[in-house]
């Protein structure tokens, strides 16, 4: 759900993960093979220097390899809502195998209720954004209804969560933080700051409202499109 104050629908892509995934079980496989060559029928107290050392340095790669896979997929179940321990145990056990799975994951529901409502308005607001965008008119024209579309399912979708959570008697609104963001320039290497945004808890990086998207300062106190309140 990423974002229940929010029509639009931004799933969360870990295929890199699977991707690693396929390389890692690929590499185990290879890693197998030349093993068994290798070391097949060789008494293991009578190995060479040589063998000893690679049959060594193959255990800790596979060691580090396991911790760096386990801090990794620990890291993906947070941020899909699912549980931490046992993916950690998964990735532990088969790591390549849960790599593979993991990637293909979409986010769970913290209250399925409430994932309702929103998956309803989300349908709705692709629906009419699709009819709009397939009717022939001018292209400022659409591209001032699309904008009028989106503020009014915005509002909608707000209005029925506010709705929902007054229901369940813990009637909140979103929390939205500024917050500052380190974010590495993977072609140079270089660190950067910026500011981003935060709504309970989850951070979007730009400084859009993350309901709406409208432009938002640091200064303001609640969105000035769909006054989400900015703290
Ligand atoms: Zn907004």
């Given at each position: 759900m990423r974002n229940p104050y929010s029509v639009s629908i931004e799933s969360v892509d870990n295929s890199k993960a699977t991707k690693v995934g396929f390389l890692l079980l690929a590499a185990s496989i290879v890693l197998y093979l030349f093993d068994k060559n290798t070391?097949?029928?060789?008494?293991p107290f009578n190995l060479t220097l040589a063998q000893t050392l690679v049959s060594w340095a193959l255990l800790v790669a596979t060691i580090i390899v396991r911790i760096v896979v386990v801090v990794w997929v620990s890291n993906i179940a947070a941020g899909l809502n699912r549980g931490i321990l046992s993916w950690a145990i998964f990735a532990l056990a088969f790591p390549s195998i849960c790599l593979i799975v993991i990637g293909f994951l979409d986010e769970k529901a913290g209250d399925e209720a409430l994932q309702k409502i929103v998956d309803k308005c989300r349908a709705n607001y692709a629906i009419e954004k699709y009819v709009l965008t397939k009717s022939e008119q001018p292209k400022n024209e659409l591209k001032e209804q699309l904008k009028e579309l989106k503020r009014r399912h915005t509002e909608l979708l707000q209005s029925k969560v506010k709705e929902f959570y007054a229901e369940e008697e813990k009637w909140q609104m979103a929390k939205v933080e500024f917050i500052e963001v380190a974010e590495t320039?993977?072609?140079?290497g270089k660190v950067s700051k910026r500011k981003a945004v935060k709504i309970d808890g989850v951070t979007y990086s730009?400084?859009?409202?993350?309901?709406?998207?409208h432009r938002i300062t640091?200064?303001?106190?609640?969105?000035?499109?769909?006054?989400i309140a900015l703290k």
């Open positions: 070391f097949a029928n060789t008494n320039d993977l072609a140079s730009t400084d859009k409202c993350p309901a709406c998207g640091e200064d303001m106190e609640a969105c000035p499109d769909c006054e």
